[in-house]
């Protein structure tokens, strides 16, 4: 079960990564990251639909990401179906001691029947 919970968590890491990546790459003006280190507009080179994609990415990856968190935890759950049974003591722990009972008032003893 380590194994799963490792790849899971791995994969949800990356995705998320990319997602990041994704969404800091948009502007919603029309730039992005494309037009600052570019310099030039995505029409010059054919790419007009970019950001289609970049849309399409968003939603894509942000979809698993949702969808590898439930997953992940719907298999990763310890289900708690079993009640824990009702331990009795054993005779293993220590005797319970009395104190000895102390009277106020003299002991007498029956006579003796003869």
Same mark, same amino acid.
């Not at 079960?1 to 490792?6: I, S």
């Not at 990564?17 to 010059?44: D, E, H, R």
């Not at 009277?103 to 029947?113: L, M, V």
């Given at each position: 079960?380590g194994?799963?919970?490792?790849? @899971?968590?791995?994969? $949800? ?7 990041? #990546? $994704? ?8 730039g992005g990251?494309? *037009?600052? @280190?570019? *310099?030039?507009?995505?029409?010059? @080179? *054919?790419?007009?639909r ?5 849309e ?9 990401? #949702? $969808?590898? #968190?439930?997953?992940?935890v ?30 106020t008032?003299? $002991? ?7």
């Amino acid at each position: 079960m380590g194994t799963v919970f490792t790849l @899971f968590m791995v994969l $949800i890491m990356i995705l998320s990564v990319l997602l990041v #990546i $994704i969404i800091m790459a948009q502007n919603p003006k029309g730039g992005g990251l494309s *037009g600052t @280190f570019g *310099g030039t507009s995505p029409a010059q @080179f *054919g790419v007009q639909r970019t950001n289609d994609f970049m849309e399409n990415a968003t939603w894509t990856l942000g979809a698993l990401v #949702i $969808i590898l #968190i439930i997953v992940s935890v719907v298999i990763t759950a310890k289900p708690s179906n079993h009640i824990p049974a009702q331990t009795t003591p054993t005779n293993q722990s220590a005797p319970v001691q009395t104190a000895p009972v102390k009277t106020t008032a003299p $002991i007498q003893q029956a006579p003796a029947k003869k």
